[in-house]
T-cell receptor, first 113, second 112 residues
Framework: GAVVSQHPSRVICKSGTSVKIECRSL??????MFWYRQFPKKSLMLMAT?????????EQGVEKDKFLINHASLTLSTLTVTSAHPEDSSFYIC?????????FGSGTRLTVV | TQLLEQSPQFLSIQEGENLTVYCNSS?????LQWYRQEPGEGPVLLVT?????EVKKLKRLTFQFGDARKDSSLHITAAQPGDTGLYLC????????????FGKGTSLLVTP
């Protein structure tokens, strides 16, 4: 079945630094990927839609300069949290859609200290 | 905007009990999906319901899609500790392109 690989699974960074999260579709091409953010015991909130070869579409209230998305190939989308602050600590999940439904990565736990 | 209202948000029951989780919307969805998520992992698809009035069964789990395709329910019979997790309903909506909109989720705890 379709697999989406997300890396890293956990990252701890210092306040003010940037962190890059990768999302790869392993056995299919994904022209569109989605990035979600999730707080403990809460649901997934869509942050942005990543489009291969064009600019990402951000949801209302999501700072595009803080959460940089790059979708340079049909199998890779990256989310970079720039100048991270403790309030950016969260669980970030990517997803891709293909025939048969959506597939999710295993998530990245970001902790900013 | 929360397109999907899910209830209850938290549920703690004992092994062997039955439970129902509801997912409601004022919007019509072409399909709704149910996911289960464990801590530190991504959601895993349980089922997709497409046809109004549809009922799907997955072992002890029964999923229904409302006739008007605006609501869905998940019923678990004789819950077991292994059913513990976060249950999420989700659907595509034109306002969000192809992205899934999720309900707030139901955190289920089944104690032995």
């Amino acid at each position: 079945g379709a697999v989406v690989s997300q890396h890293p699974s956990r990252v701890i960074c210092k306040s003010g630094t940037s962190v890059k999260i990768e999302c790869r579709s392993l056995d299919f091409q994904a022209t569109t990927m989605f990035w979600y953010r999730q707080f403990p015991k809460k649901s997934l909130m869509l942050m942005a839609t990543s489009n291969e070869g064009s600019k990402a579409t951000y949801e209302q209230g999501v700072e595009k300069d803080k959460f940089l998305i790059n979708h340079a190939s049909l199998t890779l989308s990256t989310l970079t949290v720039t100048s991270a602050h403790p309030e950016d600590s969260s669980f970030y999940i990517c997803s891709a859609n293909r025939v048969g439904g959506y597939t999710f990565g295993s998530g990245t736990r970001l902790t900013v200290v | 905007t929360q397109l999907l209202e899910q209830s209850p948000q938290f549920l703690s029951i004992q092994e062997g009990e039955n439970l129902t989780v509801y997912c409601n919307s004022s919007s019509v969805f072409s399909s709704l999906q149910w996911y289960r998520q464990e801590p530190g992992e991504g959601p895993v698809l349980l089922v997709t319901v497409v046809t109004g009035g549809e009922v799907k069964k997955l072992k002890r789990l029964t999923f229904q899609f409302g006739d008007a395709r605006k609501d869905s329910s998940l019923h678990i019979t004789a819950a077991q500790p292994g059913d513990t997790g976060l249950y999420l309903c989700a659907g595509e909506h034109p306002d969000s392109g192809y992205a899934l909109n999720f309900g707030k989720g139901t955190s289920l705890l089944v104690t032995p």
